[in-house]
């Protein structure tokens, strides 16, 4: 039947399911080829499936569309809306939708006599998840992880939309959030309740450390709000610049306190990972470095931590950052360290003839430029197998069979190198509170500064 579009109305629930998008496209495909669908319609002219054909055509100037009438009851319209829709190509959040609907009708018993719901009544040895996620073309995992991403984190459902995540990538930075924010309140009531003289902490920004005498810090160890990776604390803004080189200024600036408080002998390590701007990967932490260095501080080394589980990426055109930044900066040359040893490799058969190796002997002798010592100095490459063993050695603790887990090692190493029993140490982005986790349980001191309350 033809009927007039100015008699025609989109349905209310069925804009609470879908949006209306690509009607640029859909309204030049019709114009060439015109409409192959009609828009079906209830008895109060109320469009059920074909809304955005019907937007499209009214775009086009259309006065009047052809439609297919359906007679539905009330309680039965949502089951309807998604069963006549059921053809058309749908976002993540809209099959979400769907989800949600047939799930809640599921739940109280609505919706049975129509073909859509008899099919999840009918196996009753599935759940329900499973059973509805047949009918929108999804798994009933897939669903489970949706909804806790919707609940915890709901702005990833847009970025699965826009092929930034998968599904299984969302579900992962989501647990990583949850995680982060549960540990973040659990020492957040450690701090409240602590009488804890040895571990202080300071709800305000660390660019101003009034609170720190000149010279009484041994150790820092931080990492900073990452440049434009999420929003933080507009109160401080730091990480939300439109531009890297506002966030590199505001964050050299912001550490130039670190200086007056960490004495001669101490050690600054400050961990840092980069970002994309349209495409081009902008270099931030070594034009930090640089920044710091300006100031006077002497680089003596660039770490690569090796992430054992890093933040996924569905890029197809680079290669899925696996490692951050560590940097090793101190004010004089003069620092407190003990070296790092890790087992030296013995091999019983060469493959090939070093002109430092004596073929006629059996055993294997070790080069002469490395010192002749139960290992050899630690590499600047770090990843869980080479912290590990590290950390064992440099520990020399027969009590300690299981080294801090990862990447609390990457903390640990440093503050074993650095400092001593008693030593203050500092972390100006507390965070979730690793620093001061790894600091107390080897009966460092701690002090912490965070303007997030936990």
Same mark, same amino acid.
């Given at each position: 039947?033809?009927?007039?579009?100015?008699?025609?109305?989109?349905?209310?629930?069925?804009?609470?399911?879908?949006?209306?998008?690509?009607?640029?496209?859909?309204?030049?495909?019709?114009?060439?080829?015109?409409?192959?669908?009609? =828009?079906?319609?209830?008895?109060?002219?109320?469009?059920?499936?074909?809304?955005?054909?019907?937007?499209?055509?009214?775009?086009?100037?259309?006065?009047?569309?052809?439609?297919?009438?359906?007679?539905?009851?009330?309680?039965?319209?949502?089951?309807?809306?998604?069963?006549?829709?059921?053809?058309?190509?749908?976002?993540?959040?809209?099959?979400?939708?769907?989800?949600?609907?047939?799930?809640?009708?599921?739940?109280?018993?609505?919706?049975?006599?129509?073909?859509?719901?008899?099919?999840?009544?009918?196996?009753?040895?599935?759940?329900?998840?499973?059973?509805?996620?047949?009918?929108?073309?999804?798994?009933?995992?897939?669903?489970?992880?949706?909804?806790?991403?919707?609940?915890?984190?709901?702005?990833?459902?847009?970025?699965?939309?826009?092929?930034?995540? /998968?599904?299984?990538?969302?579900?992962?930075?989501?647990?990583?959030?949850?995680?982060?924010?549960?540990?973040?309140?659990?020492?957040?009531?450690?701090?409240?309740?602590?009488?804890?003289?040895?571990?202080?902490?300071?709800?305000? /920004?660390?660019?101003?450390?009034?609170?720190?005498?000149?010279?009484?810090?041994?150790?820092?160890?931080?990492?900073?709000?990452?440049?434009?990776?999420?929003?933080?604390?507009?109160?401080?803004?730091?990480?939300?610049?439109?531009?890297?080189?506002?966030?590199?200024?505001?964050?050299?600036?912001? =550490?130039?306190?670190?200086?007056?408080?960490?004495?001669?002998?101490?050690?600054?390590? =400050?961990?840092?990972?980069?970002?994309?701007?349209?495409?081009?990967?902008?270099?931030?932490?070594?034009?930090?470095?640089?920044?710091?260095?300006?100031?006077?501080?002497?680089?003596?080394?660039?770490?690569?931590?090796?992430?054992?589980?890093?933040?996924?990426?569905?890029?197809?055109?680079?290669?899925?950052? /696996?490692?951050?930044?560590?940097?090793?900066?101190?004010?004089?040359?003069?620092?407190?360290?003990?070296?790092?040893?890790?087992?030296?490799?013995?091999?019983?058969?060469?493959?090939?003839?070093?002109?430092? $190796?004596?073929?006629?002997?059996?055993?294997?002798?070790?080069?002469?430029?490395?010192?002749?010592?139960?290992?050899?100095?630690?590499?600047?490459?770090?990843?869980?197998?080479?912290?590990?063993?590290?950390?064992?050695?440099?520990?020399?603790?027969?009590?300690?069979?299981?080294?801090?887990?990862?990447?609390?090692?990457?903390?640990?190493?440093?503050?074993?190198?650095?400092?001593?029993?008693?030593?203050?140490?500092?972390?100006?982005?507390?965070?979730?509170?690793?620093?001061?986790?790894?600091?107390?349980?080897?009966? $460092? $001191?701690?002090?912490?500064?965070?303007?997030?309350?936990?």
């Amino acid at each position: 039947m033809i009927i007039p579009l100015s008699k025609l109305k989109s349905h209310p629930q069925n804009e609470e399911i879908y949006t209306i998008s690509n009607i640029d496209d859909l309204e030049q495909s019709i114009s060439k080829l015109g409409l192959l669908e009609g =828009l079906v319609i209830d008895e109060d002219y109320q469009v059920i499936s074909g809304n955005r054909r019907f937007v499209a055509v009214k775009k086009l100037g259309w006065e009047s569309v052809e439609c297919q009438q359906v007679s539905i009851p009330k309680e039965e319209i949502l089951t309807y809306i998604i069963a006549h829709n059921k053809q058309r190509v749908k976002t993540c959040r809209e099959r979400l939708n769907e989800a949600k609907v047939l799930m809640k009708l599921h739940s109280i018993g609505q919706g049975t006599r129509t073909d859509i719901l008899t099919s999840v009544n009918a196996n009753r040895s599935s759940t329900t998840r499973d059973e509805v996620g047949k009918i929108i073309g999804m798994s009933g995992v897939q669903i489970t992880k949706l909804l806790l991403i919707e609940r915890e984190n709901p702005e990833l459902i847009d970025l699965i939309d826009e092929g930034i995540y /998968s599904i299984s990538q969302a579900y992962l930075h989501t647990n990583r959030k949850m995680k982060e924010d549960k540990v973040r309140l659990e020492v957040r009531e450690n701090i409240v309740s602590t009488d804890n003289h040895d571990y202080k902490f300071y709800n305000k /920004s660390s660019a101003n450390m009034n609170e720190i005498e000149d010279g009484k810090v041994d150790m820092i160890f931080t990492s900073p709000p990452y440049w434009n990776k999420r929003k933080y604390n507009e109160l401080d803004g730091l990480g939300n610049e439109k531009e890297p080189q506002e966030y590199v200024s505001n964050l050299v600036n912001h =550490l130039k306190d670190c200086k007056r408080v960490l004495n001669k002998k101490g050690s600054f390590f =400050l961990n840092l990972g980069d970002t994309f701007q349209k495409g081009n990967l902008q270099n931030i932490p070594h034009r930090v470095v640089i920044g710091l260095q300006e100031q006077g501080w002497i680089l003596r080394n660039t770490i690569i931590w090796q992430k054992t589980n890093p933040k996924p990426s569905s890029s197809k055109s680079n290669l899925c950052p /696996s490692y951050e930044f560590i940097f090793h900066l101190v004010k004089s040359n003069d620092y407190k360290y003990d070296p790092t040893l890790t087992p030296l490799k013995h091999t019983t058969k060469p493959s090939h003839s070093p002109r430092h $190796r004596n073929l006629k002997d059996d055993s294997i002798k070790i080069n002469p430029y490395i010192p002749r010592r139960e290992g050899k100095n630690m590499g600047d490459f770090w990843n869980e197998d080479i912290v590990s063993s590290a950390v064992v050695n440099q520990r020399n603790d027969s009590n300690v069979e299981h080294p801090a887990p990862f990447p609390e090692k990457i903390v640990l190493l440093p503050l074993l190198q650095t400092t001593n029993e008693g030593d203050l140490v500092l972390d100006t982005f507390m965070g979730s509170g690793t620093t001061g986790r790894v600091a107390q349980s080897n009966n $460092r $001191r701690f002090v912490g500064y965070d303007i997030k309350v936990f």
